[in-house]
């Protein structure tokens, strides 16, 4: 007989709403072949332009693509420095490494663990071209800040907003507050299609030369519109379309965000509610979300004194708790980057001490119920 009571408690499955095989089936069925930026690409684009106000949304491989087509777009290469956390993915320096530019770390805070708006300034040097925070878990940075410092220095803003899909600051979308924001849509983010991604352009001024950068450098698009006889190479590019296949399984996605979100919410609300009073105890750390930002329940993690001990006793009930970031700045590559010498004290520590927890729209009661006892039998 099965017992349910040890079976494994995955980090995160892959869900889906059901509506992907037949948005598929459509594509298939459309005729025109399964390129291009009509069809289910269009209807991404405009559905995620609408929801969050945005100019211009071009969907790409991945939020790691985006993030290298906005360093082409702003011109980024060797000599440039650009403002990051360490506390992230790698994909969110190399973007701009592999551009020639110098990553430069500056430490998160130590509730919401994103970047510290307030240690900006003094990294910002006569070579720094952009600032890049990261959304993490899907709580906003505080964007009015960083949008403040960016116009007084001219800088250009790079949200990496690949947790933050459907989640707002102050009412603005995440990914829609900066020049640009990137978006992911990777298998372990809200909404998916295993592997995507988008470019959100804020900025309207770069929306006709992206088009030629995502274009392979060419003036298609314009050519797709009528708008001239032939297309030519017009600059350096490269691809950064997506076939109609990822596009029509993340339309069946995204056209459920909102009932995506809810789950989530309830999810999290839950987790936050039950563990909340060893939080009071001070017994471990539970995430914070400043009252002027709506998350969108990207993740849940807890940051423990023991972690490891944590993650051991729940590993044997069978439950897969996950640490997450070794920041950039103690990593094999980017330890050459490291020029703070003062150190990142709250990055270390989120580091050493960030466990996070089963997490994903299939994640049932009975399952989190487990989490949740495990969780409260380990601080007995
Ligand atoms: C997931 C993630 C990425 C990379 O996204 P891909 O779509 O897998 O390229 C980049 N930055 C952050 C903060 C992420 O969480």
Redesign the pocket.
């Known amino acids: 007989m099965a017992d349910d009571s040890l079976r494994e408690i995955r980090f995160s499955r892959h869900h889906t709403t059901g509506k992907e095989l037949g948005y598929i089936a459509e594509a298939i069925a459309y005729g025109y072949g399964l390129t291009g930026d009509d069809g289910f690409t269009a209807k991404c684009c405009r559905l995620l332009e609408d929801q969050f106000k945005i100019p211009r949304v071009m969907l790409t491989p991945?939020?790691?693509?985006a993030?290298e087509m906005a360093a082409m777009l702003l011109g980024i290469g060797p000599g440039d420095e650009v403002i990051m956390p360490s506390y992230?993915?790698v994909?969110?320096a190399s973007a701009f490494v592999r551009a020639g530019a110098t990553p430069v770390f500056v430490d998160i805070c130590s509730d919401t663990l994103n970047i510290n708006s307030q240690l900006i300034e003094r990294a910002i040097t006569s070579r720094t071209k952009a600032i890049c925070p990261?959304h993490?878990a899907g709580v906003g940075c505080e964007m009015g800040d960083i949008m403040k410092l960016a116009q007084k220095h001219g800088l250009k803003v790079i949200e990496?907003a690949?947790?933050g899909v459907n989640a707002f600051y102050r009412d603005h979308a995440l990914g829609s507050i900066g020049d640009l924001g990137t978006y992911?849509?990777?298998t372990?983010?809200n909404y998916t299609c295993g592997?995507?991604?988008a470019l959100c352009i804020n900025n309207s001024d770069l929306i006709e030369q992206a088009e030629i950068i995502y274009d392979k450098g060419t003036d298609r698009q314009k050519f797709a519109r009528g708008l001239t006889d032939k297309y030519v190479w017009q600059e350096l590019g490269s691809s950064f379309s997506v076939s109609q296949l990822t596009s029509a399984y993340l339309f069946g996605q995204l056209e459920h965000m909102e009932r995506i979100k809810a789950i989530r919410q309830r999810i999290y609300t839950r987790y936050a509610n039950e563990l909340g009073p060893l939080g009071r105890e001070g017994l471990l750390r539970l995430p914070t979300v400043p009252k002027h930002c709506k998350p969108n329940y990207h993740m849940f993690y807890v940051l423990a004194e023991r972690r490891e001990a944590l993650q051991e006793q729940l590993k044997e009930r069978g439950i897969m708790a996950v640490r997450h970031y070794v920041p950039l700045h103690s990593s094999p590559f980017g330890r050459a980057f490291n020029r703070d010498m003062a150190g990142l004290p709250h990055t270390d520590q989120a580091a050493k001490m960030l466990l996070r927890l089963p997490f994903d729209t299939g994640l049932t009661e009975d399952e989190q119920s487990r989490v949740i006892l495990a969780i409260k039998e380990f601080y007995k």
């Open positions: 991945s939020c790691t693509a993030l992230t993915f994909t969110t990261v993490y990496d690949a947790q992911s849509f990777h372990t983010k592997e995507g991604g």
